[in-house]
């Protein structure tokens, strides 16, 4: 097992300040899950989730818990209620997500704002070139996460009721400015010459056609469990970063594993595709056209350009912190260290488009 799975992989008793008070949760799981019997055993799941996430485990099944974490919190960060809303919505379509059971914004019951779902057992993968799957197999795996982002994007998300899940239209402009914005204002953690030219590119070259649909916004092969023995995938985790926003937007970001190097997160870069039965970036592109009925995806390398960048300004935020002793962690002294690379990955696809 790599070192990013073993972090990440399994529970651990609950962490000090995580406690929450067992005798509180089973009365709320009592009258709002159904067919709930307790008792529960608690442990908390390793991964780095932003929001603490717990297992509980009862004579007759086991949950998972996903709470706000405890203390003071930016307005907006953390909205578990909205992981909530766009499970429960993409669950009424058939899409693979888990059972949400119930939220909770009553903070006097364990102190910060939850909801429950249901536990899938699976298979997560946190190495992108699937080093357990056989090559055989290895194409199947990876149709299957195409089709399941393709699935996504065809959800009629007004009729699943998420059409205030976010603003409609204008989705690379919006984000284009968000992140530039963010990323000049944080003087502590420096200026990057690439960043510096897609920060004046990216708002003059957005490609035309504007679409919408429910977007994860960090599709990533272990953000998904898939089943035991079958290339299926049984449900898609972690919807923090989701919104309505562009489908070609959230589809690059997941095709970006093509040229994001495995030691930043589940990446292809370097990979020998061919020997590990891999389809090519290309061939991946076209089976996702072909599913959404596109005739190819023009200015392709805009969509990934746009994506680095996104992903670079969050690192050099990341970074801020760091220098300013806010985040002083291992792995963020890592992805501050990293931001340079994604700046000139992202630099390398705007050079692509001219």
């Known amino acids: 097992m790599s070192d990013i799975a073993e972090a990440n992989t399994g529970t ?74 766009v499970m429960t919505g993409l669950g009424k379509a058939g899409f693979p997500v888990p059972r949400v059971f119930g939220v909770c914004t009553d903070e006097d019951v364990i102190g910060t704002w939850f909801f429950v779902m249901d536990m899938v057992e699976g298979r997560i993968f946190w190495d992108a070139r699937l ?32 059409g205030d899940y976010g603003k409609p239209g204008n989705y690379f402009a919006r984000q284009i400015g968000r992140w530039s914005k963010q990323y000049l204002a944080d003087e502590e953690a420096g200026r990057d010459p690439n960043m510096d030219r897609l920060v004046a590119w990216l708002p003059e070259n957005i490609p035309d056609g504007d679409e919408t649909s429910v977007v994860h916004g960090d599709f990533r092969c272990d953000n998904m469990i898939f089943h035991p023995t079958e290339p299926r995938v049984l449900a898609v985790l972690d919807w923090e970063l989701s919104t309505l926003g562009h489908p070609l937007a959230d589809f690059a970001y997941h095709a970006m594993m093509y040229r994001m190097p495995p030691d930043i997160v589940a990446g292809l870069q370097g ?66 260290k990293d931001f340079p690379r994604l700046a000139a990955l992202a630099a390398e696809a705007m050079e692509r488009c001219s």
Not at 22 to 41: K, N, Q, S, Y
């Open 271 to 336: 990979a020998d595709l061919a020997a590990l039965n891999i389809p090519s970036e290309d061939d991946y592109v076209a089976a996702y056209c072909r599913r959404m009925g596109r005739d190819g995806i023009p200015n392709w390398d805009f969509y990934i350009a746009f994506n680095f960048f996104r992903l670079a300004a969050i690192f050099h935020g990341i970074k801020g912190r760091v220098i300013r002793g806010t985040a002083a962690n291992a792995q963020a002294r890592e992805r501050a």
């Open 131 to 162: 080093p357990d799957v056989s090559d055989a197999d290895r194409p199947a795996y990876f149709d299957a996460m195409n089709a399941t982002m393709a699935a996504l994007h065809g959800v009629d998300y007004e009729a699943v009721g998420l």
């Open 12 to 85: 651990t008793p609950v962490r000090d300040g995580y406690e929450i008070d067992l005798a509180a949760l089973t009365r709320w799981m009592e009258a709002h899950v159904e067919d709930f019997a307790g008792p529960i055993a608690i442990a908390q799941f390793k991964g780095g989730q932003s929001n603490p996430t717990y297992r509980l485990t009862t004579p007759g099944r086991s949950y998972v818990l996903r709470r706000k974490p405890p203390g003071e919190l930016l307005k907006g960060a953390h909205a578990v209620e909205r992981e909530a809303k």
